[in-house]
């Protein structure tokens, strides 16, 4: 069965970087894109960006561009979400999800990333 | 960017009502839009892909019409199982945008 497991919650200081992983399996890690989707504590879904597990092209939302990094290793069927110059606004749960076709079918159980001095 | 805008942005109802939920799409947007239900604490769940279409496992209650630039998701008959929020998707073009969310509370 299709499974995407995150790594655990993070506390980060203010100007920190954040490093969460989502590790694939159940199916063929590089046939489908995996998407990365925060939401902070009370508040709807945003889109980060996206990555090509086959060849590791990337897509980030314009608002995140520069300091966010999706990068993906294929022999342990893992992609990862790097953040950095943390704020406190960027205090959020992060999940992966898989793209099917055109929606989100998979997702990962959440990371909480809190930013905090 | 296209955005989307979800109406209301909560309801009560109870039990057994018929429930209608509408998304707006800034642009057209053809039947690329998703729905999704997410409870406290859990990662959303897709209910209905491409605008009309059950995703697997999904109870037959939930349906979903429109094209173009809007939408609605309707549960036809609410059971207790459904309070929760609904978030609208496109799909259509990067970035992948989402609704504001309406939540469904208990009457």
């Known amino acids: 069965q299709v499974q995407l497991v995150q790594s655990g919650a993070e506390v980060k200081k203010p100007g920190a970087s954040v490093k969460v992983s989502c590790k694939a399996s159940g199916y063929t890690f590089t046939r489908y894109y995996l998407h990365w989707v925060r939401q902070a504590p009370g508040q709807g879904l945003e889109w980060m960006g996206r990555i090509n597990p086959s060849g590791g092209v990337t897509t980030y939302a314009q608002n995140l561009q520069g300091r966010v990094t999706m990068t993906r290793d294929t022999s342990t069927n893992t992609v990862y979400m790097e953040l950095s110059s943390l704020r406190s606004d960027d205090t959020a749960v992060y999940y992966c999800?898989?793209?099917?076709?055109?929606?989100?079918?998979?997702w990962g159980q959440g990371t909480l990333v809190a930013v905090s001095s | 960017d296209i955005q989307m805008t979800q109406s209301p942005s909560s309801l009560s109802a109870s039990v057994g009502d018929r429930v209608t939920i509408t998304c707006r799409a800034s642009?057209?947007?053809?039947?690329?839009l998703n729905w999704y239900q997410q409870k406290p604490g859990k990662a959303p769940n897709v209910l209905i892909h491409a605008a009309s279409s059950l995703q697997g496992g999904v109870p037959s209650r939930f349906s979903g019409s429109g094209s173009g630039t809007d939408f609605t998701l309707s549960i036809s008959s609410l059971q207790a199982e459904d309070f929760a929020t609904y978030y609208c998707q496109q799909g259509y073009i990067t970035p992948y945008t989402f609704g504001g969310g309406t939540t469904v509370e208990i009457k």
């Open positions: 999800a898989r793209y099917y076709g055109a929606f989100f079918d998979f």
């Open positions: 642009q057209n947007i053809n039947t690329y």
